[in-house]
């Protein structure tokens, strides 16, 4: 039945509960992170290493308030199983860069950091490939669910304990495309969070 009001709906909108983060209000803070990067990467050539699936349109829209040289690479990371709005903890490497990071200012561009523990497996994994740098942007970031202590250099906005969609976040794949953050409505999940 998902499958049906979703060819009908194709922006869902009546299955989500709240609008946690407006378009306009998303896009303000998109570009003051992209001129806050740009201001502190003047004179260097930044590495850019966006966590895929969920990563895709914050990259799209960040890179285009860069003034810096920068180049884009791509990390497909898995670290759900299981339920779908709970981390399981097991992170895999799906796809892995295509270039070396070694010598480099790496900025990993995540979309939402919740128990940490993706973040922690990539920044060590890629410790290890010796980077010049090493530096984390993400848009979202869910606190009081962190697991992993990680340090995290440009947040987009700090947002409460819920399962968000859109703007790159899926659930079960789907919802990505909706130009928001928003909230599923229960029924959709079936998880009472
Ligand atoms: P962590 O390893 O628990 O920090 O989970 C990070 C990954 O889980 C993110 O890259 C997302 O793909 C996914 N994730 C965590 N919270 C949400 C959410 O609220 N909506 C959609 N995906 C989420
Ligand atoms: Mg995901």
């Known amino acids: 039945m998902a499958r049906k009001r979703m060819t009908e709906m194709p922006h869902h909108e009546n299955e989500i509960a709240q609008v946690l983060i407006p378009e306009e209000v998303l896009q303000a803070r998109v570009a003051e ?26 990259l799209a829209d960040l ?3 860069l003034t810096v040289p920068h180049e884009i690479h791509f990390m497909a990371i898995s670290s759900y199983g299981g339920r779908a709005t709970q981390s399981s903890g097991v992170v895999r490497i799906l796809m892995d860069l295509e270039a070396s990071p070694e010598g480099r200012d790496v900025l990993i561009v995540e979309d939402i950091i919740d128990s940490g523990r993706t973040l922690d497996y990539i920044t060590r994994n890629l410790r290890t490939r010796n980077p010049a740098s090493l530096r984390i942007c993400t848009l979202l970031d869910k606190p009081e669910r962190r697991e992993v202590e990680i340090p995290l250099d440009y947040v987009g906005f700090e947002i409460p304990n819920e399962f968000v969609v859109g703007y790159g976040l899926d659930f079960d794949e789907h919802y990505r495309n909706l130009p928001y953050i928003g909230v599923l409505k229960p029924e959709v999940t079936g998880e009472e969070t």
């Open 33 to 58: 992170l992209g001129a806050q990067i740009s201001a502190d990467y003047v004179g260097r050539d930044v590495f850019i290493v966006a966590i895929l699936k969920g990563a895709f349109i914050f």
């Open 63 to 65: 890179i285009r308030h």
